[in-house]
């Protein structure tokens, strides 16, 4: 079949239990009635609910497109449907996510988070999608370069031919709303000058250089700077690739063995480990956190999707998730100090210019004693 599918990953934080740290089942079953009757009417050819934290994560296939107005409007309504039952329930900071009254043409800017690619299925066509929470888009930046560039990590960058040529990597800058396109491994110093800023730019899509394939895309809707106030870390998704001219499966994973520093945590102002966990797991509960990731591995076969195999939940990130608990000890240990607190520009929360606002009257000149200036001659 050589139509184009596309795998389209659409989240939003539409209410939590008990605080911001997971999904009612409920939340999840009306999410599926939503698109089941998708499902039905043709919208969709099929679809897998799940959540990360507090985040309600949809997962579907289909035929329509990136951007497709349908697609978007049955995952809003199924935001919708499962805020009016997170209200109902009087779950906490019900439809939070949801930022317009009404949905127009697509959910970019509206809210939701969203990764979407569109493809030709191979044969077999193995996926593996990515959805953290109590962290932003740019926490992807490190895996992503492990995974594409760094040939320590990715074997088949150097012993594969259909890897070796290498990655184009699409990076955004989420201030001035540019896109660099950086062809690795010729550029990679320059890669990384951007992106070890992840903040500011986040790898975006991912290109294999071979034939222009897409091998991996992130969501990138910052909310705070969409809302233009800051309503929240955008918590990301992503899917890649694997296989067959792609990184394996195992490449794929094998970063989130290290659990990197990322943005987010409390009150999306805090640094601490991304911690790689089963769904199971998948609850943000540590001072919320430690930030936490899933990796759902599936097939896609004629449009549809088998599985999901659930990546993380397996002894070989135990080591991973034990790290990390230690990093989350120390880095707690700072308190509110920088650089466990992110820089004022960053904090989600502040109460800076209240404080600052209040100690104005107190603040006196800084009289700094000056020794007396000596000719230069007298010292030789
Ligand atoms: C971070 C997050 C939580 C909340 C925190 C305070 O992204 O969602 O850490 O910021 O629980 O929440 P409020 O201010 O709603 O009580
Ligand atoms: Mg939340
Ligand atoms: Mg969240």
Do not use: C
């Amino acid at each position: 079949m050589s139509r184009k599918v596309t795998l389209s990953v659409i989240k939003a934080d539409v209410g939590g239990l008990a605080g911001h740290h997971i999904v009612h089942p409920d939340l999840l079953a009306t999410a599926t009635r939503v698109l089941a009757e998708g499902r039905e009417r043709g919208v969709i050819e099929d679809f897998y609910v799940t959540h990360v934290g507090d985040d309600l994560e949809l997962i579907m296939t289909h035929y329509k497109g990136v951007d497709n107005s349908e697609v978007h409007g049955l995952a809003w309504e199924a935001f919708v449907e499962a805020t009016k039952v997170a209200k109902s329930l009087g779950l906490y900071g019900a439809g939070q996510d949801l930022l317009a009254d009404s949905f127009s043409g697509n959910v970019r800017g509206l809210g939701p988070g969203v990764a979407e690619m569109e493809f030709i299925e191979r044969p077999s066509e193995p996926v593996v999608v990515f959805m953290a929470d109590k962290t932003e888009p740019g926490a992807f930046n490190l895996p992503f370069y492990r995974i594409f560039a760094d040939p320590f990590n990715t074997a088949g960058l150097v012993i594969d031919p259909k890897l070796h040529h290498g990655f184009r990597f699409e990076v955004m800058d989420l201030y001035e709303s540019l896109v660099y396109e950086l062809n690795t491994p010729e550029e990679a110093y320059d890669l990384l000058a951007l992106i070890g800023s992840p903040y500011r730019y986040t790898v975006k899509r991912v290109y294999r250089r071979l034939d222009g394939e897409i091998a991996a895309v992130v969501s990138s809707e910052r909310l705070s700077l969409i809302a233009g106030r800051y309503v929240g870390k955008d918590d990301p998704v992503a899917i890649v690739r694997a296989q067959a001219g792609f990184p394996a499966l195992g490449e794929i994973l094998e970063p989130f063995a290290t659990p990197h520093l990322v943005a987010g945590w409390m009150r999306g102002s805090f640094v601490g480990p991304l911690m790689p966990v089963s769904q199971r797991d998948a609850k943000t509960t540590r001072f919320d956190g430690p930030p936490r990731i899933i990796a759902l591995g599936f097939n896609i076969k004629d449009g549809k999707l088998v599985g999901p195999s659930d990546l993380f939940d397996d002894p070989a990130f135990d080591e991973a998730r034990r790290t990390a608990n230690i990093i989350a000890d120390y880095m707690r240990r700072h308190g509110p100090f920088m650089p466990h607190r992110l820089g004022p520009e960053e904090m989600e929360y502040t109460t800076l210019p209240e404080v600052l606002k209040k100690l104005s009257g107190r603040a006196r000149k800084l009289e700094e004693k000056k020794s007396a200036p000596q000719s230069k001659e007298a010292h030789e």
